[in-house]
């Protein structure tokens, strides 16, 4: 949980403080979880220099790419949310696919406690910082006028998306919904979003994010 509520890898000294346990314990547990595959490592040196002198360089730790559902025992729920697509309309699946992931989004946004910021880059910075507060790796990885994009490593739609790709709407109405709740004077539907690499193996996920905010948008309903 550590690891995946940190925005960039981390050290068994930064999991240690973070923790609160000795480091012996805390690299004991980085090195039991990147046995099960649940994180990847590399080695860098945090103090950029290079040469004689420059030290050993620590040991990175950060979540691995999950493209399928950890659950245990596996109770298939994208295979039943599977079952429930096959059941909708094809000519209005995708809106009412899209309104429920905006649904689904705020729920989340609302479960983490986030609060709507004017400003877009610390207000992105709390969508991602919601999201890794519920368990899940989320970086805001650049801001281009109203364009951003979130680099997700384990975005909590993927297993679904990967076994169902028609469900990606439901996972761009998710990243909206959170978006409007974290992003003051923002509707969901003024959010186009694109998913990219989601079907990638071992590739983090691009969440792209289009902001269509108008001179008259209204503030989102309170959080509370």
């Known amino acids: 949980m550590y690891v995946r509520a940190s925005p960039g890898a981390v050290t068994a000294d930064d999991a240690a403080a973070g923790l609160g346990v000795h480091r012996s314990v805390a690299r004991s547990r980085l090195e039991r979880l990147l046995r099960a595959g649940l994180l990847e490592t590399r080695f860098e040196r945090r103090s950029g220099r290079k040469g004689p002198g420059a030290g050993r360089p620590a040991k990175l730790y950060a979540a691995a790419v999950e493209p399928q559902a950890l659950e245990f025992p596996p109770r298939r729920f994208p295979a039943l949310v599977g079952r429930l697509l096959d059941e909708l309309p094809a000519d209005s699946r995708d809106e009412t696919l899209r309104g429920a992931g905006e649904k689904f989004g705020r729920d989340l946004a609302r479960a983490a406690r986030l609060r709507p910021r004017a400003r877009l880059e610390p207000a992105l910075e709390g969508v991602c910082a919601a999201v890794r507060s519920l368990g899940f790796h989320a970086a805001l990885d650049r801001i281009e006028g109203d364009t951003a994009v979130i680099a997700t490593l384990t975005c909590p739609l993927r297993a679904l998306v990967t076994e169902r790709p028609e469900a990606a709407s439901i996972d761009r109405g998710m990243w909206a919904g959170l978006v409007e709740r974290g992003v003051r004077g923002v509707r969901a ?18 969440v792209v994010i289009r902001l269509r905010r108008g001179p008259t948008a209204a503030a989102p309903p309170s959080t509370a």
């Open 189 to 206: 539907e003024e959010v186009d979003c694109e998913t990219d690499s989601c079907l990638g193996a071992g590739e983090s996920c691009a």
